[in-house]
């Protein structure tokens, strides 16, 4: 896919309604081979899986602005909440550097006692399999194909 279809989709998505979103989000989680949350107020579970013996959880936060610092408790928060030590969030347009900072600050904090890995994603990333994307399936199950209809099962 190229920049101008990428950046075509990215701009449908961000600028959708808010049930288009968390449809979507539910959508990414499957693609991305997680248990997708359930539909409407989900708790902050966009998606979850459990792979040898790392607990993945997944956010998705599909914004028309780029992700700041504010978001960061949130992902933490749920992180140990459900005993994840893998993150994955998805972002609409990408993260301030505030956010990566305190995320960062956050994860080397002496009051969470295991090992976390956290991927940020952006819906570019997604779409243009990107060099952060690939690294980011390392840590998960295999993709899915959703375009044949596999959906449905997880509605």
């Given at each position: 896919?190229?920049?101008?279809?990428?950046?075509?989709?990215?701009?449908?998505?961000?600028?959708?309604?808010?049930?288009?979103?968390?449809?979507?989000?539910?959508?990414?989680?499957?693609?991305?081979?997680?248990?997708?949350?359930?539909?409407?107020?989900?708790?902050?579970?966009?998606?979850?899986?459990?792979?040898?013996?790392?607990?993945?959880?997944?956010?998705?936060?599909?914004?028309?602005?780029?992700?700041?610092?504010?978001?960061?408790?949130?992902?933490?928060?749920?992180?140990?909440?459900?005993?994840?030590?893998?993150?994955?969030?998805?972002?609409?347009?990408?993260?301030?550097?505030?956010?990566?900072?305190?995320?960062?600050?956050?994860?080397?904090?002496?009051?969470?006692?295991?090992?976390?890995?956290?991927?940020?994603?952006?819906?570019?990333?997604?779409?243009?399999?990107?060099?952060?994307?690939?690294?980011?399936?390392?840590?998960?199950?295999?993709?899915?194909?959703?375009?044949?209809?596999e959906w449905a099962k997880y509605k």
């Open positions: 896919m190229d920049f101008l279809e990428i950046d075509a989709l990215v701009t449908g998505i961000i600028y959708s309604n808010e049930a288009a979103k968390q449809d979507l989000g539910r959508r990414f989680a499957a693609y991305l081979g997680l248990t997708p949350g359930k539909p409407g107020s989900d708790g902050g579970i966009d998606g979850y899986a459990k792979l040898n013996n790392d607990m993945i959880y997944f956010q998705s936060k599909l914004s028309q602005n780029i992700l700041d610092a504010s978001y960061t408790a949130d992902m933490i928060g749920n992180m140990i909440t459900h005993e994840a030590n893998i993150g994955i969030m998805l972002s609409g347009v990408g993260y301030t550097d505030g956010f990566r900072s305190r995320l960062n600050k956050a994860i080397q904090s002496k009051l969470i006692n295991k090992q976390v890995k956290i991927h940020l994603l952006s819906l570019e990333d997604v779409f243009g399999e990107t060099e952060i994307f690939i690294k980011a399936t390392q840590d998960l199950p295999s993709l899915r194909n959703l375009s044949n209809g």
